[in-house]
Every structure is written in C-alpha cells, then in structure tokens.
C-alpha cells in the first residue's frame, strides 16, 4: 500500500508540475495577476508530493518490503538500519528521485525567499523550475519507477553495493546533487531574465546568493566523495579523474567562474551576456553530469545498471532544455547592452582572465571525459584518458589563475594602474620567493612542480595578507581602532579571503602529498616491521571477526615514531555474503601534518600478508581547504548587503506597485 | 554578423548531443572475452550429487552442451532459473552446471527445492574454474563446442529473448 501511495504521489506531482510550467509564464506574458500566483502554492505542493514519495520508498527499505523490486535489489534484512535508510539513494531509481527531491525544495526554498522579487519575475523563475521538474518526474515514471513491484515476492533482498555501506556515503550524494540542482535556481534566473528581457545588475544581486549556496554544496559534496575514495577504495588515492568525478568538477569550475562574473555583473554592469551563458552552461552541465553517469556510456567506477531507454531519455530531456535555453540565449542576448567600459588593466580584465581560465580549464575535463566515447563513436578503437593528461593540461592552466587570484582582489576596478599594483605586492611577492626557497632547503628534493606548488600556495597567502594589512591600516587620517576597521570589512570581502585562503590550504595539501607520500607494498610475515623515516610498522597478524552483514580478517598493525608507540591500525577485508564482494577497508591515523594508512592486499603464503603502508604528509590539508572554501562561500551569501537590500527593494516595490500605472 | 557569435553555444551542444546519442548505442562493459572461439580450459571437478564421480572437459567433447554458472547464494540465479527449467524441457543441448563458491547441502538443497534443469552440476567450491572460465559474475552461461571451443558466453541471468533470439540460432548453426 505505501509504496502505491508514493507512486501516486508522483503522478499527482507530475500534473502539478505542468500547470507551474505553464500557468505562470502565461500569466508573466500577459500580465494575469491570478495565474502568476499559482506560482508559489504550486512548487510548496510540488515539494510536499515528492517528499511525500521519498519518504514512501524510505518506509519501504525501513520495513524490508522486498515486495518492491528497488528494495529488494538494494537492501537485505541483516543490513543495519541507517544504512537501509541511506540505500534509498544506493541505486539508480532512488538517486534520481533523490535528484528530484533537492530540485523541488529548490524551487520551494525560492518560492519562499523571493518575496522582494517582482511578480512577474518569480512567475517565471519558478515556471522554468517547474518545467525541470516535469521532465524529471516524467523520467521516473516512465522508466524508472522506484515503486515497481516485484512478483513472486523474495525472502532475502540483494544487498546494498558494500562500498556505499560507509558513513561517507550518508552524506556525499545528498549535498552533491544539492550543489548540482541548485545551480538550477542560477537557470532558472537566467532563463526569466532572458525572457523578460530585465538582464541586468539587479538580477545578478538577485542571482549571487543562490548561486553561492549552490556552490558551497558542490564543494563539499565533492570533498566528501574524495574523502570516501581515499578511505573506501583503499589505494590512497584522493582524486582519480574518473568520468563521474569529472562529471562533478566541470560544474564546479563552471559555477566558480560564474560567481566572479557575477560579481563584475552586479557591481559594473559588464559581462551580462557571458554570465547569463555561464550560468545556463553550469546547470548544463549538472545535466551532463547526470547523463554520463545514469545513461551508462562512460565505464566507471560509480557505474550503475544501464537501460538503454534511460540513457535516451536524458538525452532528449538534455536535447530540448540546453538547446532551447542556448537558442533563448542566441534570440535575446545579442540585444543586452554591453555594460561599464573599463581599462585593459582593471579588475574587470583580471576576473576576465579568472573566468577565461576556469572556462578552458573546464573544457579541458570535458575533453578529456568524452574523447574516449568520441573515438569509440568514430570506430577508433576503445582508449582511456588517463590523470597523466588532467595533470598535464591543469597545472600550466592553474599557475595564472593562482597569480590572478593575488592580483584581482588589489585592483580598482575600471582602470587599475601598473606600477601601483607592483608597488603594493611586492612585499607578497618577494615573500613568496623567500618561503618557498626556505621550506625547499629544509625539506630539500622537492622538485621544479614541488617548487611551483609550494609558490602558489604561498603567493596566495602573502597576497591576501597584503589585502587585509592595507584594509586594517590607518587611513585618511580618521583615528578608528583596528577592530572596528576589522568590521569595516563587508562580510563579502571576507568570505573571498577565506575562500582563496582554502585554495591556498588546498594546494600546500595537494603539493606536499605529491611530493612527500610514501606508498610501500611489502610482504608481511607476522611481527615483521617497516620503517618509513622515524615511522615503524609492527605486523601482528590477522584475525576473523563477525560484522552484522559480512565477516572479515581483521589485521593488527602497531606503529612507533622515535620508538614511541603512536597507534594501532586495524585494516579489513570484508566479505559479503549476499553479493559475495570483498572489501578492502583502510585503517587510518589521521593528523595534521600527516596521516598513517593501512591496507590489507593479498594473503600470502605462510601466514604472511602483502600489507600497503602509506605515509601521506598533509593530506586532510587538501580536504581543510575544501572546507574553508565552503566557508568562505557561507559568509560571503550572508553578506548584509543582501539582507538589507531585501528590506530596501521590498519597500521599493512596493512603492513602485503604488504609483498610478 | 554579430548575432552569429551568439549561436556558437548552441551549434557547440548539438555536435555534443550528436556524440552523446551515437556514444549511448555502444557499449562500454562490452569487453569482447579473450576466451571466444579459443579451447575452454581443461578441469577436472566432483558432481554436485555424487562427490565420488568426477567429470572432465574431455568427458563431454564430440556434443555441443551449454555450461551454466550458478550458485545457491545468487538471487540473479533464482530469477533465471524457470527460464532455464523451461528451456531444459526442449531437450535442445545438454546443459553443465558450474555450481560457483558454494556449500554442497545449499547447493543440493536449492535443486531439490526449485528444480534441477541440468543434466549434472559440477561443484567448483573454491572458484578455481569459474576465474580459468573468467567468471566475474553470476549467473554466466558458455556455450562449447563439440571440439571444447567456446563459441560464446552470455553474462547475467538467461531471459527468453536471448534464448531465442542468440543461443538457438547459434546451436542450430553448430549442428549444421
């Protein structure tokens, strides 16, 4: 009966969304007050109905009804509780009902929070919203119910995929499809602005906050899925540019630039038709992102089940919304004005090159992601592109942004001069050089890429240094106090700097991993030992232990530095009866300068293992500064100039709806 | 002319679209097996209903037979196997069960309980000639020749359409 219940609810969705699709652009067209205000009720009833579903399908995997056949094929009775509530997104049909869910709180969250927006303005953000959703609730039902059924019933279910049986799993799909959806609200915007024709720097105002918030969900979704790989997967790795983890960076690349050209949007009128174009392509290619990954044509690790009726579903939905939202775009774009003139050496130019960068940087992935399907469609042959390319092509293209990134915070807009900005970073600059010369002498061997990475990092640092000195010193010759110049300072600027400072964080974690890890496959016999530095490692065998769904050997593996006793690591490998995989599980000793990494390979003969033992220096620096750059995202969207400004246009509106038309 | 610059987007994304659509025909698991048209590996394994009797390649060359891979444990199996029941019904080919990693009372208890479409199964308890036959999931199904080839396998449960549709034909054509 629940699960029925959930199905209907999905159709009477579908109907809602069809008349929020349609009514209110109607109504935005022809100035009908009543049909506009269908708009709101319409996405509170929408995001009701499909959460109504989602918790249906939940009640299911909480209840084992392996009656359903998602169920059945995604969980299994002896599976723990919270993982049989995580299993609900473990699959392709729950994932995009999951996908569906986050799209319609988006849409409920703008309905909520636009009350300064003009009428005619949500209409038609919401009624593109409402179209997405459409085609989405259209694709589940048609092939890819959740609630199908499945006769005759089964006693036992099929197990959720062991690898996602990890707390990181909880948590890194919802907040990456909450990144990848709500660049749908930055569309949504674009695509109403476009159609009505009102392109300008109070929509990017309205945009910025959406977009940001969309943004920090990306960030942390993908630090999370990387986070997983390298404690889940047990090869160390942190990032491995496969096609899904592609599929999810391309987006962030796009949405970083677009929140820079926002900026410039807002402040200087300029750029509008490359940020309305970013915004459009970074939804875009969320929309990509969801093809490569469910329509089965890219081999991956994430693959999922593929049926070819999804793949060409995706594609016309894909085919129908970019093309129409780009050909939208090739009608009215070439009619908005150009916006503020500036100089050739201004901060417009120099966030100009930012978003130039990260465009091509992104074009990069996208190659590098689709050559091999190209090839393949062309009859030549089956390759694979591999991170030898990505690391090829990324570092020459981040080494200018990152000098970039110094720069543009320092620069006026409009027109900046030469010799002023040099002047001003010259203390960062000659910094830069001393810090990366002093930490290349103590660490010594870390190479020309080393070099260059331990530069960017701290080029970073000193610029932003120099930015928050020359905001806290005395000017003017108005007597304030430090801390209250402190305060001076917007909370957008601060969430910029803590934002890059993460960048800068991310880099030291990225360079120092690089060139200081120490990965060793060595065999094992019980109470050998390896050295790696001060570091010893004492294996004391292996033993079975009982899980609630799995067995597993469970190694004991005892570490000294300077001969003191730092831990004990336990690494496992699980074997899971019900779908007969086995899983290598790290065992960790994580820390601030380095972590200590475990894994158990193959047994070998004798009682002895093949045991991998990483040192990895800095690591979690590289997921720190996903969180910082999070952080800095959340204080720039509660920046106050948002909030008051909601006040101040609300009023305005309001006035302007008062004055005889 | 300006407006054309404004339609590279859009011209971009359908070349996009195009590769996209002929890229979703093809198959990316499709890893043609090294092991088509080539000798299938030479074993020697127990028969599920009596340990004592044991069968060889050798045994069965000079028939064309189907060698299916199963076990007690594989849900895949349960859902595949009327289709098998069905087809064992026809008497068309000979079918060898692989029984995969298994425990022998499950596995002689899952017969007894739903049927045995085989005309014996052969026990492979540690796997040893599920990895030489390649098996990485199951069910699989081979079809070998009368000279030990294997002329081809299908991986996951056996449906009615691939039956009909690539395994008979293909037996028709060896008896030819």
Redesign the interface.
């Known amino acids: 009966m629940i699960p029925e219940l959930g199905h209907f609810a999905l159709w009477l969705a579908l109907g809602i969304a069809a008349v929020m699709g349609t009514l209110p652009m109607l109504g935005a067209h022809r100035n009908r007050g009543d049909w506009m205000a269908l708009a709101r009720p319409s996405a509170r009833a929408l995001f009701a109905l499909v959460g109504f579903a989602f918790l249906c399908l939940a009640a299911s995997f909480v209840g084992n009804d392996f009656s359903v056949l998602y169920v059945?094929s995604n969980s299994n009775s002896t599976l723990p509780l919270h993982y049989r509530i995580t299993a609900v997104w473990g699959g392709h049909e729950g994932s995009i009902l999951l996908w569906l869910l986050m799209l319609t709180f988006w849409s409920f969250a703008v309905a909520s929070f636009s009350k300064h927006l003009p009428e005619k303005v949500t209409a038609r953000i919401l009624a593109v919203m409402g179209w997405l959703a459409f085609g989405f609730l259209l694709f589940v039902l048609a092939t890819s119910n959740p609630f199908d059924r499945l006769f005759p019933v089964?006693s036992?279910?099929?197990d959720l995929n062991p690898l996602l049986q990890d707390p990181g799993m909880v948590i890194h799909p919802p907040m990456l499809y909450m990144g990848y959806v709500g660049l749908s609200v930055a569309f949504a915007f674009a695509v109403a602005a476009l159609i009505g024709g009102n392109l300008d720097a109070q929509w990017a105002r309205w945009t910025r906050p959406w977009t940001t918030a969309a943004w920090i969900f990306l960030t942390l979704g993908i630090a999370l899925g990387s986070g997983w790989a390298y404690y889940e997967l047990g090869w160390g790795g942190w990032w491995f540019w496969d096609p899904v983890e592609n599929a999810s960076f391309m987006p962030w690349l796009v949405a970083t630039a677009l929140i820079h050209s926002l900026a410039v949007t807002e402040k200087r009128n300029s750029f509008k038709?490359w940020t309305v174009?970013l915004a459009?392509?970074a939804f875009?290619l969320s929309l990509?992102g969801t093809?490569l990954v469910r329509?089965?044509?890219?081999?991956s690790v994430h693959?999922f089940a593929t049926d070819?009726r999804r793949?060409?579903f995706i594609?016309a939905f894909?085919?129908i919304v970019?093309?129409s939202s780009?050909?939208l775009?090739?009608w009215r774009?070439?009619s908005v004005g150009l916006g503020a003139r500036f100089a050739l050496l201004s901060r417009e130019t120099l966030l100009l090159g930012n978003n130039v960068l990260l465009v091509v940087a992104c074009g990069a992935v996208l190659l590098g992601t689709?050559y091999p399907?190209?090839l393949?469609?062309m009859n030549l042959g089956?390759i694979s592109v591999g991170p030898p390319y990505f690391e090829t092509v990324f570092v020459p293209l981040l080494t200018p942004l990152v000098f970039l990134m110094g720069v543009g915070p320092l620069s006026r807009w409009k027109h900046a001069e030469l010799p002023d900005l040099a002047s001003r970073l010259k203390w960062a600059a000659g910094a830069t050089v001393a810090a990366t010369l002093l930490a290349a002498w103590l660490k010594g061997g870390i190479g020309i890429v080393g070099a260059v990475g331990l530069a960017m990092a701290f080029w970073i640092v000193a610029s932003l240094v120099t930015d928050l000195f020359e905001r806290l010193r005395p000017a003017g010759g108005v007597r304030t106090g430090v801390l209250h110049r402190a305060r001076q300072i917007p909370r957008a600027v601060l969430g910029m700097m803590l934002a890059h400072f993460g960048i800068a964080v991310f880099i030291f974690g990225v360079t120092m991993v690089r060139t200081g890890e120490v990965e060793r496959d060595v065999r094992m016999a019980i109470g050998d030992t390896t050295e790696i530095g001060e570091t010893v490692f004492t294996f004391r065998g292996v033993r079975e232990v009982a899980g609630p769904n799995y067995r597993a050997l469970r190694g004991r593996v005892e570490v000294t530095e300077n001969g003191k006793p730092v831990t004990t690591l336990y690494p496992e490998k699980r074997i899971y009866?019900?779908t007969?995989t086995t899983l290598t599980e790290a065992s960790i000793e994580p820390g601030f300068t380095r972590d200590l990494y475990v894994s158990l390979g193959e047994p070998a003969n004798g009682g002895a293992w093949i045991v991998r033992v990483y040192v990895k220096p800095f690591i979690d620096w590289i997921w720190g500064g996903c969180l910082l750059m999070a952080l800095g995202g959340l204080v720039a969207a509660t920046d106050r100039r948002y909030r008051a400004k909601v006040r101040a246009t609300s009023t305005a509106s309001i006035t302007a709806g008062a004055s005889p038309a | 002319m300006?407006?054309l610059w404004?339609?590279i987007?859009?011209f971009a994304?359908?070349a996009?679209?195009v590769?996209?659509?002929?890229?979703?025909?093809?198959?990316?698991?499709e890893v043609p097996s090294p092991l088509i048209d080539k000798p299938a590996p030479k074993f020697a394994l127990p028969r599920l209903d009596d340990a004592a009797k044991t069968i060889r390649l050798d045994d069965l060359r000079g028939k064309v037979w189907l060698l299916n891979v199963w076990?007690s444990?594989?849900?895949?199996c349960?859902e595949e196997h009327p289709v098998l029941l069905e087809f064992a019904k026809k008497r068309v080919v000979p079918i060898y069960g692989l029984d995969y990693?298994d425990e022998r009372a499950d596995a002689q208890a899952w017969l007894a309980r739903f049927g045995n479409p085989y005309d014996a199964s052969l026990v492979d308890a540690d796997g040893r000639v599920g990895i030489d036959f390649g098996v990485y999931g199951?069910p699989e199904t081979f079809v070998i020749d009368g000279n030990g080839v294997i002329r081809m396998k299908h991986i996951g449960p056996l449906t009615p359409e691939v039956l009909r549709d690539k395994i008979e034909p293909l037996l028709k054509r060896l008896d030819a």
Request: some cysteine; proline content about 9%; glycine content about 8%.
């Open positions: 059945a089964p036992e279910g099929r038709n174009l459009i392509v875009s990509l093809f329509s089965g044509v890219l081999s693959a070819p793949g060409l594609l894909l085919v970019i093309g780009l050909a775009y090739a774009a070439p689709l399907l190209a393949d469609a089956k009866p019900a007969q | 300006k407006r404004f339609l987007p859009l994304f359908f996009l679209a590769v996209l659509a002929v890229g979703l025909k093809r198959d990316p698991r076990a444990w594989c849900v895949a349960r990693k199951v």
